[in-house]
Structure formats: structure tokens, C-alpha cells
């Protein structure tokens, strides 16, 4: 009963992986603050505010209540939806937060620039400006948004030859005081944390296809020495695209790595199914794919941003997140199949090939849909 359970669980993780979803992604607001205003633009999905979904619980969109609202929304052409946004952001910006001294602002809308590039089953950018009116002297402001709105980055841009700021916000957190004249400073700490909290969520539990390619390579071998073969292989390729990409060094575009990252699952998933003992092609392979997962995970600092003042202590924090993610799944993976089930005589054939078979499906069905669709 306790294998038939195990492997339950699993084939659910995968049929959510492999099925059409709205990935909830943070907001991303860049502030420019001025003695008696000040300038925001904010990045975000304006489909889940305008349904009214709390997704700070939420994986996906498809998962709400509201998720019929949400997806009519979707359906909008870009002028429609821009429009619907006008209409209900009396609503919507009650659930916006800029605060001096303790007094909460209103927020006053500019302009409402919805894209119209993305396929109808994927999430959707809305950029918004709004101006906000600040009181008399020189009290710094603070910025944030209700927590059922998700994570929100608030980014303030350097001054010439100073720092900028960039604070990665969740449950409804506000940003540190934001100066009219200058930029807010953070400490290393704070900006390390920040990014490994953003480094961790990427894997668990937004970065489905990267779950998947681990629990790859814990499928090839439960012995030790093979894992920590791969896990090591892995972590060092992709340390290294991340820095270089980031660093502008590597470039590629995601209609190209994306494809790339769902075929190296469906590598490591079939040679799993083959069998075979460790050796420089399996690790060879495994740190191919790793550059490649590294420039993915470079997109989403490319999103949320690296401040320029904290470079190398930011890359490292999110980095740490990320191992931190892999090895929570490889504990997790562990604690559910490999010991109560990993010495049975049958673990190969009953969870080990069929689950990697699995795993190979939806690598797959993403490959496809990632080329052609």
C-alpha cells in the first residue's frame, strides 16, 4: 500500500507539471522618487487583480476559484483587457501600499500597455505607470502591495556611480524607506536573504521542469556516489552559465533553451529506463544539461534584476537558493521512495522505470509544445 501511495503521489506531481497552466510570476515595480512625487511602473499580471485571485498560496491560475474569470480575462485582445483594467482600478489599487510617515497615499493612474505576444495558454505582462502625490518634507516612502497579490520586487535605479536598491517582498511585506533624494540602502545580509528566498521558489514550487530533471538523475541510482556524481556535475555547469549569463558574457534566447531543458528531462528519464553505472558520458551529459538549466535560471534574474552595489553577493544568494531547492527535492524524493522502498527487490521495475517513463512523457509533451506551439 505504502509503494501504491508513493507512486500516486508522484504520477500527480507529473500530470500538474504536464498540464496547461497560468504560472504565477512577481510583480516587478522600478520607483523614482522625487521631493514631491513620485514615478511608478510595475510589471505584473493584471488578469489575476482584475479576477480578484489571492494567489500567495497559488502554483497556478488554475487552481483559483476564479480561475473561469481569470481565463475570460486572458481571452481579451490587449486593447479589451487594457480597458477592463481602467474600469476596475478603483478596486485594484486599494490593494496597493505607498506610505510616508505612516499615511497611506493613493495611487493615480498613468498609462495601461498590455502584451499581446504570448500564446493564450501562457501568462501575460500588463506594464502600468501611476504617479503618486507626496506629502510636504522630506519623509521617505515606503512601497508594497496586499499579500494575496504574491511577491512583489521593488527595485529603485542608482544614482551615477552609487548603488541601486532591489528588495524581493512576499506576504504583503513593505519595501525599506525609499528617500527623495538618493536611493534606500540595504544591508548584505538582507540582499543575500533576498535572493536566496527567490532562488529556492524557483525551484520549489515554480520550477516544475527543473524538479523533473533531479528527480532524473535521483531515478539513475539510489547509491550515493552516483547521485553526488551528477548533483555536483549539475550544480557546477549551471553555477557557471548563471554567473556568465547574467554577466552578459552567454546569451541565448529561451525559444531556444527552453526546448532544450524539456529534452535534457527526457534524456536523463529514458537512459534511467536503459540502466547503466556511472561514467564520464552520464556525467558529461549531466553537465551539458546543467549549462544549459543555468542560462534558465539566468531568465529569471534577467526578470526580478541583480543590484549592481550587491552583484556577487546577490548572484551567490540566489544560487544558494536553488541548491538549497534541488537538495530539498532529493531529501523529499528520499524520505518518500528511496527508503521505505529503495532495498525492495522490485523497486526498479515497479517505481523506478515507470515513474522515469513518466518523467520522459511530459519532457516531451513540453519539448513539443515549446518548438511548435
Not at 146 to 170: H, I
Not at 188 to 206: C, D, L, S
Request: with cysteine.
Amino acid at each position: 500500500m505504502g509503494a501504491l501511495w508513493a507512486i500516486k503521489a508522484l504520477c500527480a506531481l507529473l500530470w500538474t507539471a504536464g498540464a496547461q497552466a497560468h504560472e504565477i510570476r512577481p510583480a516587478v515595480a522600478d520607483v523614482e522618487v522625487g521631493p514631491d512625487r513620485a514615478q511608478v511602473s510595475i510589471q505584473l499580471t493584471a488578469e489575476t487583480l482584475v479576477a480578484g485571485i489571492d494567489v500567495s498560496a497559488l502554483e497556478n491560475t488554475d487552481d483559483a476559484p476564479e480561475a473561469a474569470a481569470y481565463d475570460a480575462l486572458r481571452a481579451l485582445s490587449p486593447e479589451e483587457m487594457a480597458e477592463t483594467f481602467r474600469a476596475a482600478w478603483p478596486e485594484v489599487s486599494q490593494g496597493l501600499i505607498a506610505e510616508v510617515d505612516g499615511t497611506r497615499l493613493d495611487w493615480e493612474l498613468g498609462t495601461v500597455t498590455v502584451s499581446g505576444e504570448a500564446a493564450i495558454e501562457l501568462p501575460r505582462d500588463t506594464l502600468v505607470t501611476a504617479e503618486i502625490v507626496l506629502p510636504e518634507g522630506a519623509a521617505p516612502l515606503t512601497l508594497g502591495w496586499d499579500a494575496a497579490n504574491g511577491p512583489l520586487v521593488v527595485r529603485q535605479a542608482a544614482e551615477a556611480g552609487g548603488d541601486g536598491y532591489s528588495a524581493y517582498l512576499t506576504g504583503g511585506a513593505l519595501s525599506d524607506p525609499l528617500p527623495r533624494d538618493g536611493v534606500a540602502s540595504q544591508s548584505i545580509g538582507a540582499a543575500f536573504a533576498n535572493y536566496v528566498v527567490i532562488g529556492f521558489e524557483h525551484i520549489i514550487p515554480k520550477g516544475l521542469d527543473h524538479i523533473l530533471f533531479v528527480l532524473g538523475l535521483f531515478f539513475f541510482s539510489l547509491a550515493l556516489k552516483p547521485l553526488l556524481i551528477q548533483v555536483t556535475a549539475f550544480t557546477l555547469a549551471h553555477t557557471v552559465t548563471l554567473a556568465m549569463a547574467t554577466l552578459g558574457i552567454v546569451s541565448l534566447p529561451g525559444s531556444v533553451v527552453e526546448p532544450l531543458i524539456a529534452a535534457s528531462i527526457v534524456y536523463v528519464a529514458v537512459e534511467n529506463i536503459i540502466g547503466g553505472t556511472i561514467g564520464w558520458r552520464r556525467t558529461a551529459v549531466v553537465f551539458a544539461f546543467g549549462l544549459l538549466h543555468g542560462l534558465g535560471f539566468a531568465s529569471v534574474l534577467g526578470d526580478v534584476g541583480l543590484n549592481p552595489g550587491q552583484f556577487v553577493t546577490s548572484l551567490i544568494g540566489f544560487n544558494v537558493g536553488v541548491e538549497l531547492g534541488q537538495l530539498a527535492v532529493i531529501a523529499l524524493a528520499f524520505v518518500l521512495i528511496g527508503l521505505p522502498f529503495g532495498k525492495k527487490e522490485w523497486y526498479r521495475r515497479v517505481i523506478a522505470i515507470p515513474v522515469s517513463a513518466a518523467i520522459a512523457f511530459v519532457g516531451a509533451y513540453w519539448a513539443v509544445e515549446r518548438v511548435f506551439f
